[in-house]
């Protein structure tokens, strides 16, 4: 499967960004999906992620109620809504899928960066102060 992340940019502080994930290729294979960034020098850090069903969702604890993770499986896209952007938000957002098998774990989450398959190529959201 091939992931591309989109919806980046400037935006200034306290301002909101909605980001896209679609997914391209072996989409009737079943995938658990994530939201990572990274910025210069520093190693890649997980924001949030959604089970296969959309039933569970897991976010970093710094941004929990500002950041919505979400999906639309019929249009093989994920998204993830930020909102009351910070300065430290800036980063290369990118999204990950997991392959899982989904009568067995249709509701799991997966945080670690290791834990995912395939990788989306980055979309950068810059915040202005």
């Known amino acids: 499967v091939q992931l591309q992340a989109s919806g980046g940019g400037l935006v200034q502080a306290g301002g909101s960004q909605r980001l896209s994930c679609v997914a391209s290729?072996?989409?009737?294979?079943?995938?658990?999906m994530g939201w990572f960034r990274q910025t210069p020098g520093k190693e890649r850090e997980f924001v949030a992620a959604?089970?296969?069903?959309?039933?569970?969702?897991w976010y970093l604890d710094s941004i929990k109620g500002r950041f919505t993770i979400s999906r639309e499986s019929a249009k093989n896209t994920m998204y993830l809504q930020i909102y009351n952007l910070k300065p430290e938000d800036t980063a290369v957002y990118y999204c990950?899928?997991?392959?899982?098998?989904?009568?067995?774990?249709?509701?799991?989450?997966?945080?670690?960066?290791?834990?995912?398959?395939?990788w989306g190529q980055g979309t950068q959201v810059t915040v202005s102060s």
């Open positions: 959604i089970s296969w069903s959309g039933s569970n969702t």
């Open positions: 290729g072996r989409t009737h294979d079943t995938y658990a």
């Open positions: 990950a899928g997991k392959l899982i098998d989904s009568s067995t774990m249709p509701h799991r989450i997966y945080t670690a960066g290791k834990d995912y398959n395939y």
